[in-house]
């Protein structure tokens, strides 16, 4: 994995899946009953190591990723952040600077100190040859949360707020930079070898909007974590921003970008993967189905990219309807390959 991101052409590319920890394993439902709230188990040290260790034993995946959420930045700055069975994450809106002003980043380091641990944890106990990743969301995305109050909106509150008081909008974001990035410091400190920003809803900004909210603190984030931690690989997750993948490669920094199912093959290898390395982008419905599709399709993506750096995933995560074997079939597949390309025509 590290070698891949550092530009490497492998035999055979890495492998990970977003959210590969989660609720389409039987054992992770089993898990999640131990507690009842689901940001008390991502800071529980003892479940949130065994829920990242679960896909590995049944899939040998070459890295782990923490298992934790992008949630949790929010609910340490001082935001009410809270989980609803069924609902996902509902949070007290954050739409002035009266509001933006009870916010703190001092308490990043005491707040998350059970995530640190886990990190810890987990450093000693996966495999040598795993890699270990740590996350964060991208400025932007944990942004949309935290002022549009849950997911799966519109996002008229938050494009009002960044189109007409720009000013005041970039003091939220200059607060995430600076606690993003302060943050990945602390889990490359305990741990992790490989970060990845997750920039889920990128792909509502125009052009302009996305180089100032998307692009802009990425790079600065980047550009930290240099400094802070040289040498540790960062992946960009900017989903559904389509061509503007290339000036989010150019603009940032980054080492590899992930890429969504609706990115074209030819034009990921034409384009960005003479730039940096590349991740994806297997559809997650497709892995919902499985059969004769699954099997086509994980093998266009090996042939289309295993010829320059190239890391294989999703285009986004793993759902949760997703059947377990369908998961084991693609590890074969990956694992296999090359001569796995044999099997499948
Ligand atoms: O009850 C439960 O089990 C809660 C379901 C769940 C899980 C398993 C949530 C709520 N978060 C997670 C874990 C998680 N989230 C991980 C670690 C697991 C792994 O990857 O193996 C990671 C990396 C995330 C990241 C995350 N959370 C993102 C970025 C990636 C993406 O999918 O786009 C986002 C947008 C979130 C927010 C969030 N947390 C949970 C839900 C249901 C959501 C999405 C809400 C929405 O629809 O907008």
Request: net charge negative; glycine share 6%; proline share 7%.
């Amino acid at each position: 994995m590290l070698r891949a991101l550092k530009g490497e052409v492998l035999k055979r590319p890495p492998f990970w899946l977003m959210r590969q920890a989660g609720r389409y394993l039987p054992e992770y439902r089993e898990l999640r009953k131990q507690s009842k709230n689901f940001l008390d188990f991502c800071y529980s040290p003892d479940l949130a190591v065994e829920a990242t260790l679960q896909p590995l034993r049944r899939y040998n995946m070459d890295a782990a990723i923490l298992f934790s959420d992008i949630l949790v930045l929010p609910d340490a700055l001082g935001q009410k952040v809270e989980f609803r069975e069924g609902e996902g994450p509902v949070l007290e809106p954050i739409r002035s600077i009266a509001e933006m002003n009870k916010l703190s980043a001092d308490r990043i380091e005491d707040h998350l100190a059970p995530v640190f641990e886990t990190i810890a944890r987990l450093a000693n106990e996966i495999p040598e040859q795993t890699a270990l990743i740590g996350f964060a969301g991208a400025p932007w995305t944990v942004a949309v949360y935290m002022v549009e109050g849950r997911g799966g909106t519109d996002c008229s509150q938050i494009r009002k707020w960044a189109d007409d008081a720009s000013d005041e909008f970039r003091e939220l974001i200059n607060l995430l930079v600076e606690a993003i990035a302060t943050y990945l410091t602390r889990q490359v400190e305990s741990g992790a070898e490989i970060i990845q920003l997750f920039d889920s809803w990128a792909g509502i900004l125009n052009e302009r909007q996305f180089h100032r909210w998307s692009i802009e603190p990425t790079r600065r984030i980047v550009d930290r974590l240099r400094e802070s931690c040289p040498g540790v690989p960062v992946i960009g997750f900017p989903r559904n921003v389509g061509p503007l993948a290339e000036p989010f490669v150019t603009g940032t920094g980054i080492d590899a970008i992930s890429l969504d199912q609706d990115t074209s093959l030819a034009w990921i290898a034409e384009t960005l993967q003479p730039k940096c390395t590349v991740q994806g982008n297997l559809d997650n419905q497709v892995l919902v189905e499985g059969g004769e599709a699954l099997d086509r399709e994980t093998m266009a993506i090996l042939k289309a990219l295993s010829k320059g750096p190239f890391v294989f995933n999703l285009g986004h995560g793993i759902l949760p309807t997703t059947p377990p074997e369908h998961v084991a079939r693609v590890a074969e597949l990956v694992l296999g390959w090359p001569a796995t390309a044999k099997e499948v025509r």
